[in-house]
């Protein structure tokens, strides 16, 4: 009989088109009856690459000669450094194994720190292959965590590889990092370039319109010079955070914008 965090694989994992190219693992916690905790995610994780290729193969028209690519959704839960780290895990394993590749990790609104920070940076960089840009990743989301200048420069690091080849031309990694406990002032020194990526463009059917007025989004960037990085709303940090990590006592902070009576929706990236 197979486990809850075995059914739970199973339950998550969907197509996300008929041709069977995209999978996305849907985890959303306000999808839910309850958020995830940190131990559900180290849980789950492993059974998702079975489950993943269980679904690819219920698809027999899927073009071999077209990479597989999934999504996954963690969103709006209590995902933890443990929790991250084994869902890092689990979809290198899906690429090393040749299973699908990494499109986008959505981890927003969790308790990710520094330690989770550098799981996915180490996503990122093994994933980023010479020859395979067409399926790096292109999208991060870790807004609305518990993540520092460590973290953040762990993921400036990995990232360091990007632009990539990709829609035409080269673009950035989306990168969102917002309200975190990320101090400004510190990282200034050690801040890579990147696009701000001030004026979005629309979404249609997930990929980003053309350039138009100095837009950017997943697939573009404005820039003459494209960076490796777009950050959009970076600047916004969780200040309680920063001053109560560098006052040495580090934690969430009762009453800043991340303590679950305070968060507002974040800006969808």
Known sequence: MASRFERLAQECVKKKDERGEQVVISLDGKRRDRPLKDEDFVGVAPYL??????????????????????????????????????????????KEDGVASVRALFLWRNEVGDDGARKVAELIAKTALPGQERVWIAEIHL????????GALALFQAASVYPRPAYGGTVPLWLRLEHNAIDLQALAPHM????RATKRGDRTRGVQRSVVDGNCGVS?????????????LFEE???????????????????????????????RG
């Open 237 to 267: 940090q969780d200040r309680l955070k920063v001053q109560r990590l560098a006052a040495g006592k580090g934690g969430t902070v009762a009453g800043s914008s991340s303590s679950p009576a305070n968060r507002r929706p974040p800006a």
């Open 192 to 195: 890579p370039k990147s696009c």
């Open 143 to 150: 807004s609305h965590n518990n993540i520092t200048v460590d």
């Open 49 to 94: 690459p079975a489950a993943v290729q269980s679904i690819l193969a219920q698809t027999p028209s899927r073009s071999s000669s077209r990479a597989a690519t999934v999504e996954f959704h963690g969103e709006n839960n209590e995902c933890g450094n443990l929790g991250a780290a084994a869902v890092c895990n689990a979809l290198m394993k899906m």
């Open 220 to 232: 573009q960037c404005c820039m003459k010079e494209v960076p490796s990085l777009h950050l959009h």
